[in-house]
């Protein structure tokens, strides 16, 4: 499957593409006109340099390079500048993609749902390999972690499109269709140009929402939040977020008054609002149910913390895999600028602020934030050295509050039913709801919106995931926890989390879990530290010794030491946590590992394997071993 | 300016407002180890290797302001193991077999490695990788395998010969250091360029044709004394 | 009644290129003090083939590259008490271990073999074939170095390791306080 171990064995045997790609075809006129075109669209800003590659990828299918140079020139940028984004992006491609894309979600969920069959029903029907172009240019087939379906997968890409619970049948309709002309958006509705954008995205995906809570998913009025806000003092409504007890729902749980207090203080002339809705932890879906349902809720957050830090710009940014929500929210955007909600003298007052929407292309790590804005200014998306804090010195060196979908939303509900109402939610330190997404074994996957506090054990109740053997809490970078554990709560103080609830029972094999969630990291390590992409890449391969029964006692020692090193040097979150799935399984499941480490007999290691060592050489030579071999050695 | 103090292994030190924890042990003479990081260009904080524990967080030495009256550790026996291994990472990624190398003996790394007590590269499996050499241009050739991307060609041509011969390409393990071109003939590269200066690759990327092996064993830079010796001269002086 | 005898080691050349039993000879006239403390047994050096008993020390150079350098290190590790590895070949897998990097096909043993033997662009070779003589170990699917195939006690680095370092281990190692190199001994080259 596509594990970066196997890209990185793969860059070995294959020329380097850009290499080959380098000699390919000069640049025909019509499409530098239209690349032109593209670019002047944005004003030839390199700063808009992720739009105008997503929207040459869409044209051409792949960015050459005289494409490169071509769109280097008129954002006055190196070539090697333009190759930089282009390479670091998933989405973006140096050789010649097919005019539809599939992308089959190579999640741990989405296998256990049956991904492998689903994989083999499309080669079946495309007659091409997963990783592989068809030679029509057509179709390309290939795979791509999480996107955000995990309660309903197995699920794919189709261009901008998404496919969920596939199964061979499916596919083998899809395939048909496909091939007989019909657009990726036929598969979904035949009258798909006449459905508004919420029923395409619904039509798509199931919202899966089951619990509503008392904040988000909860009927909500419209503006009740920003009409307060407008009557109030950006003081006043910092001191109500800070009042509320609100910490950041992206993860890291840092307080949101705090967060805008320190941007409002800055020293600048402008300030920059973001909006986190790159979602990408493995086993996290809550901000596509918020995208989809409570948009307006988002943007009026928005609105609210421009208006408290003293913001002209906003930015949303959406994952790249979250492509088929650009129409629902632009919408959005529109009908608030229609109605004087955006733009300028917003709700009659002296008060400016607009949002334009930027969509990734496939880095998890631009959902931290410091990548998240170098994506925004059309870098590849490497985490920024800190300090400088985004709140002094963020995007474009300004000012930046960078917040999460929810966290947004819940500001606000703040707004509009008053701080002490959020604060008396939960408990200490952890106040109002949470969204969990929940996944994998249990009957009923999807959303619930709970007070924080709730042990993990309540929440698999009402999952009716009872038989739950190891649960996965915050995905892949989160605590994988045993039954033993059941009784921990969901809380910042205990299993902190951005929401995703994996869960596993008992057939599943824990060590091909982790081998995945090491795989995803390798995958999606930006490369900047040493740590983070080197150290990754040597624990996969360790657990991969363990899966194959090749590891040694101090093997666990090894790990433990390994990811100590990789904790302590890495440069952001990721380095920090990805070592996570090894250190929480090797202390709460410790008898798996122990079960496969071979000790060595008479200090000869029994994990090293003389039979397959020489079983290429004996096909070669047509002859067997003389030492190994028994019918000699006997 | 003003300027205030704080110390490294219980050793004070005095900073100007705005320096960072390397800039002042710098001044100071005293060492920290380093890899990405060269006098005269851009703090990058990428190799990690300068980590030292300030405040009771590990942080990077080259871009974390020091802060007065902090405590800094820096040659601890955990640091230097810490060092240690995010130095054999780089071996093991690359493909740095030392007695063929043209480097050997003057190469950073390798130096760092002495340094640091490692007797051989061995904690980890060896990555291979297998990248085209590029030996197009007439006068420098490009040994990408031995490449530990500190990225140091990247920011000395753009900023000390303002011409961005190379960048990054790449993502995770696959991030590696390219050319502005097809290859390095297709660039604006030239010989006398900083970049290429061997003050620049630590190790055997970049290499100046027709240049190799010219100093015998024994008298090459680190046959003779530690990486850093420069910087702990300064204190001596 | 601890007998007092001379203690005993033992060498072998696995995938290397016999530059560290040449190093060893590079103690020089120390040799002479040092062959007061111990006889060789199984070694090169004696052509001694087998093991005549069992020895307190055994020195492998290179690493293993074919199934009889396996056969002959797991021999050693059965008879010897202390098991050290000298020089890169025998550590990690050394200049021999470059074809691990270069072997990219599906079939990267047979990739390998015919670019030495047949396919290379300097081979001379009239009967375009790999050679492949009954006697001829098998060769393994890559090169491994000794500490993956067996327990290693103590690692001498150096391509080829100085006389120095190898004295100095060695005379350590005999009189029980070995305890690390010296930082200035540590050479990769």
Redesign the interface.
Known sequence: MCSAGVELTGCRNRRDPTMDAATDRELRREDAERIAAICADVGDDPHRMMDILRAVQDDLRWISPPVMQLIADRAGLSRIAVEGVVSFYAFLSQVPKGRITIRLCDDIIDRFAGMPAVAAAFEAALGIKVGETSADGAVSLEYTPCIGLCDQAPAAMVNDIVLTQLTPDRVAEVAAALRGGQRPEDLISHEFDDLSPHDRATRQVKNNIRHAGASLLCPVPDGAGLQRALDMTPGRIIEEIEASGLRGCGGAGFATGRKWRFAAAAEAERRVIICNADEGEPGTFKDRVLLTERPHLLIEGMTIAARAVGATDGILYLRGEYVYLRELIEEVLQDRRDRGLLGQGIGGAEFDFDIRLQLGAGAYICGEEGALISSCEGLPGEPKTRPPFPVTQGYLGLPTVVNNVETFCHAARILDKGAQWFFDMGHEGSHGTKLFSVSGDCLNPGIYELPYGLSVRDLLAMAGGEDAAAVAVGGASGTMIARDQFDRTLSFDDLSTAGAVVIFNGSRNILEIVEYYMSFFVHESCGYCTPCRVGNVFLQKAIGKFRDGLANPEDIDYLKDLSGTIIETSRCGLGTTSPNPILTTLENFPLIYAATVKPSKDRIRASFDIQSAIDSARHLAKRRSTIFDEDFSK | MTGFTFTIDGVEVAAKDGQTIMEAADAAGIYIPRLCDHEGLR?Q?????C?VKAGGR?V?AC?Q?AQAGQAVENETPHIT??RR??VE??F??G?H?????EA??NCEL?AM???L??????K?????????LDASHPDIALDT?RCI?CGRCIRASQEIDGK?V??????????RV??????LSDTDAEVTDFAISKEVCPVGCIIRKGEGFSIP?GEREFDKS?IGHKIEGKKRD | MTELRKARIATASLAGCFGCHMAILDIDERLIELMKLVEVDRSPLTDIKQFTRRCDIGIIEGGCCNEENVHVLRDFRRNCDVLIAIGQCAIMGGLPAMRNAIMHSDAPLRECLEEAYITGRYIRNTTHQVPNDPALPLLLDEVYPCSEVVEIDYNIPGCAPSGDIIYETLAGLLAGKFSGFEREQIRFD
């Open positions: 703090h904080g990428s190799c990690r290797v980590t590990s990077a871009t302001p193991k810490l291994d995010l990472m780089l093991h990624e493909n077999l030392c007695p063929i190398c050997s003996g390798q490695a002495y340094r007590d490692m007797t051989q590269p061995t980890f499996p060896y990555l291979d990788p297998c990248r085209a395998n991307t961005g190379f960048g990054y390409v790449g993502r995770g393990i696959n991030r390219a050319v502005n071109g097809a290859d064993i530690l």
